[in-house]
Structure formats: structure tokens, C-alpha cells
């Protein structure tokens, strides 16, 4: 299976649309904000987010939608990429609740072949996150910078530094 996309495969237009979806559970958004010392109650607080907020429940961090909807690109965007350039935008729609299932797509805005090295050029894609209906609750941009074929061949192909098994 091919991981990530060179340069050349690489269409303006195209939507890559992500597989699997991830269904967020209570505990991956407790342990993302923990991991990430993001305590706040909205996210931690069953007992705070009924009784106070607008939701009645917990909602999931952000954060953790926009990591894991990053993840489920890379396959499809970034498995070769040289250096993730930047992000140019990043936008929480919608709210994410425990027992929804997320699903991804990333659309190719542009591409441009670097002007120092001839090996490689600049993507920019947009990646779009939505619930199991439909609902969009995250959409970013970024700038990606991916090899060329010639870049990759000069560096062992489709799985550079994989090792033989010595039978």
C-alpha cells in the first residue's frame, strides 16, 4: 500500500476522503486533556458542563478533533511529506460530544514546485472533519512540503530504510 502522495500525484481539485472514521470515546477526551494539562471543566466536568453551559454535557477539545482529524490525513497527504510548512487556518465549527464518530476528507487547493531545490514542491490542502451526519465540526488549511518521485527513488523508494529479514 502506497503511504502518502508525491508531488506529482498530487491534482488541484482532488478530495481525499479519509478511512477509517473514529468514533471519540470519554476516554480519549479525558486523556487528551490530560496529556495536554488542558483541565478545563467543560471538557472534565460531567457535574459543571449540565448544570452550566449551553451543551448540557461534555464537550470534546478541540484540540483533540484537529489532532486526530491531522492523523487520518496522513496516509492520504503527508506520509511522505518533507516538512509540515504551516498551519494557515483552523476552525471549530460545530461542538464534538462522546459517542460521535468522526470522518475526514482533505481537498487539494494548490501546488507549487519549490523554487530552491528541484526535488520537491509546496501543497495546500484543506481537511474537513464531520460527524456521523454530516455535520462539519472542523475544517483547517495548510501548506505541506512534499518530494518529488526523483526524491524518493534517490532515497529507497516506497519504504526507505525498511531491512531485509536475515533467514
Not at 47 to 58: I, L, P, Q, S, V
Not at 88 to 103: R, V, W
Not at 125 to 131: A, S
Amino acid at each position: 500500500m502506497q503511504f502518502g502522495r508525491y508531488y506529482e500525484e498530487f491534482e488541484v481539485g482532488a478530495v481525499y476522503k479519509h478511512w477509517p472514521g473514529k468514533t471519540v470515546t470519554e476516554y480519549d477526551d479525558h486523556l487528551f486533556c490530560l496529556l495536554t494539562m488542558n483541565h478545563h471543566p467543560l471538557h472534565m466536568d460531567a457535574h459543571y458542563a449540565e448544570e452550566t453551559t449551553d451543551f448540557g454535557k461534555n464537550v470534546v477539545v478541540g484540540n483533540y478533533i484537529y489532532s486526530l482529524l491531522l492523523g487520518m490525513s496522513v496516509p492520504d497527504v503527508s506520509g511522505k511529506a518533507i516538512a509540515n510548512l504551516e498551519v494557515e487556518s483552523l476552525k471549530h465549527t460545530k461542538p464534538t460530544f462522546h459517542g460521535d464518530t468522526i470522518y475526514g476528507e482533505t481537498e487539494v487547493l494548490d501546488k507549487t514546485p519549490s523554487k530552491s531545490k528541484d526535488d520537491r514542491g509546496v501543497v495546500y490542502v484543506e481537511t474537513r472533519g464531520y460527524k456521523q451526519d454530516g455535520t462539519v465540526v472542523c475544517t483547517f488549511r495548510r501548506k505541506v512540503m512534499v518530494p518529488k518521485r526523483s526524491y524518493g527513488d534517490s532515497r529507497g523508494g516506497e519504504q526507505p530504510g525498511r531491512p531485509v529479514p536475515q533467514v
